[in-house]
Nanobody, 119 residues
Framework: QVQLVESGGGLVQPGGSLTLSCVGS????????MGWYRQAPGKQRELVAK???????????DSVKGRFLISFTSKRITAKSVTLQMTHLGPEDTAIYYC?????????WGQGTQVTVSS
């Protein structure tokens, strides 16, 4: 059973920064990717950023390139974490952010954390 637990969402002013963290855990947990997706009201869920855990290659949505930074940490064999550092946030970044892990040919999702960018 894979569990993804997110933290770090909240309210931030335009131009501000926020960091999201996600810890994934399971027995012998070795995801091939971890990342973040987001879903704004009335819109489809979209990729924000993901990282391939072995190569540490990354993939970013065009809208966040140069503003967001994703990183991965292997805490131990049963726990891995992914962090999303978000800077220069704008109202268009307002959404629910979901942690994602690709593991054993399945997709796993966190419960989501709200990010609101507003003055």
């Amino acid at each position: 059973q894979v569990q993804l637990v997110e933290s770090g969402g909240g309210l931030v002013q335009p131009g501000g920064s926020l960091t999201l963290s996600c810890v994934g855990s399971a027995s012998n947990f070795n995801p091939y990717t971890m990342g973040w997706y987001r879903q704004a009201p009335g819109k489809q869920r979209e990729l924000v950023a993901k990282i391939f855990t072995i190569s540490e290659n990354t993939d970013y949505a065009d809208s966040v390139k140069g503003r967001f930074l994703i990183s991965f940490t292997s805490k131990r064999i049963t726990a891995k974490s992914v962090t999303l550092q978000m800077t220069h946030l704008g109202p268009e970044d307002t959404a629910i952010y979901y942690c994602h892990a690709g593991y054993a040919v399945r997709d796993y999702w966190g419960q989501g954390t709200q990010v609101t960018v507003s003055s």
